[in-house]
């Protein structure tokens, strides 16, 4: 083969193994748009479609709820939430959802709430629950084994907690008494793999102090452990599980005025971090959600703090 063929044929080869790690990182695509620009919300997959609940516009939080028709890609309003809040936690658990704490309203994180809601999509009604504690704002929640477990947040005075309770739907109750995060944090990503729950990333305390250390709690044995930490550190970023991979989004970095693109996975299998396609265009104060074949990611803030809010509805997959 001469000099030139030989050329083509690596360049070839070179290009086809490029777009090949391309497609392994996964693609975006936008579907219709939440009805209004909403932040600091939560997202939440149940009885086949996506719940936009709660959330903040121009600084006031709301009792917001819409429904996504992933089918027919079409929002259409619900039963409010009982309460205006942002910030909230929340977690899916046999077809209800259940959704924890947050702020009132305001943007100062100092008024942290003890509220606890069910949502039965069934029957398009809530149910007011046993209240925690203490209250809590930007909390991390997450159902394992009939429980829910709420971790983390910042409390009415504004102050980060290590807190780690779990709320039982069967006796609605709740058990406080569980070994607390290793460092007291919010604005945190959480998702449960294999019976575990990992949590990734937050912030210590003001939106300039964000970390990337990664912790994984075993309800079974009432532990935590370290796990590789995140390639970045932010704060207020998106995190749920698909494909086995406990994936988290965005984040906001106050001292560039930017928020994060990046979109990283962590992997249980070789207890490694991959690195995915980035996000269109950064954002925070968003939430994530799988149906297990696509992530979708809405509204949120692409500048930090509350800065210019979207109602933009964006969807990750993996091949």
Not at 210 to 218: A, G, K, L, V
Not at 230 to 236: A, D, N
Request: neutral net charge; proline residues 7%.
């Amino acid at each position: 083969m001469g000099n030139g063929r030989l050329q083509l044929a690596v360049l070839g080869a070179v290009l086809i193994a490029s777009s090949a790690q391309a497609q392994d990182q996964g693609s975006w695509t936008k579907k219709a748009p939440l009805p209004a620009a909403i932040n600091e919300m939560q997202l939440v997959f149940a009885a086949g479609k996506l719940h936009a609940l709660g959330g903040g516009v121009l600084g006031y939080s709301g009792p917001y709820h819409e429904e996504y028709d992933i089918r027919n890609d079409k929002w259409r309003p619900l039963a409010r939430v009982p309460r205006s809040l942002d910030h909230t936690g929340a977690a899916e658990l046999n077809g209800k959802i259940y959704l924890f704490g947050g702020f009132i309203g305001g943007g100062t994180h100092v008024d942290g709430q003890p509220s606890a809601f069910e949502y039965d999509p069934s029957l398009n009604t809530w149910r007011l629950l046993a209240p925690m504690k203490a209250g809590r704002g930007s909390p991390g929640a997450a159902a394992v084994d009939g429980k829910i477990y709420v971790i983390g947040g910042r409390d009415q005075t504004g102050k980060t907690v290590n807190t780690n309770s779990a709320y039982d739907p069967a006796t609605n109750t709740w058990k406080d008494d569980l070994a607390p995060l290793p460092k007291a944090r919010d604005h945190l990503a959480i998702g449960v793999i294999d019976g575990k729950i990992h949590v990734a990333g937050g912030r210590f305390g003001a939106s300039t102090d964000p970390t990337n250390e990664h912790d994984i709690y075993d309800p079974k044995t009432n532990t935590w452990t370290s796990g590789p930490p995140m390639p970045t550190k932010r704060s207020g970023l998106a995190g749920t599980v698909y494909k086995g991979l406990f994936m988290v989004l965005g984040g906001e970095v106050p001292t560039e005025r930017r928020t994060n693109t990046e979109n990283e996975a962590f992997d249980p299998k070789t207890n490694s971090w991959r690195t995915l396609s980035p996000m269109p265009m950064g954002r925070h104060g968003t939430n994530a959600a799988t149906d297990g074949e696509h992530v979708y990611l809405v509204g949120g803030s692409h500048l930090p703090g509350g800065g210019d809010v979207t109602n933009e509805l964006v969807v990750f997959t993996l091949p």
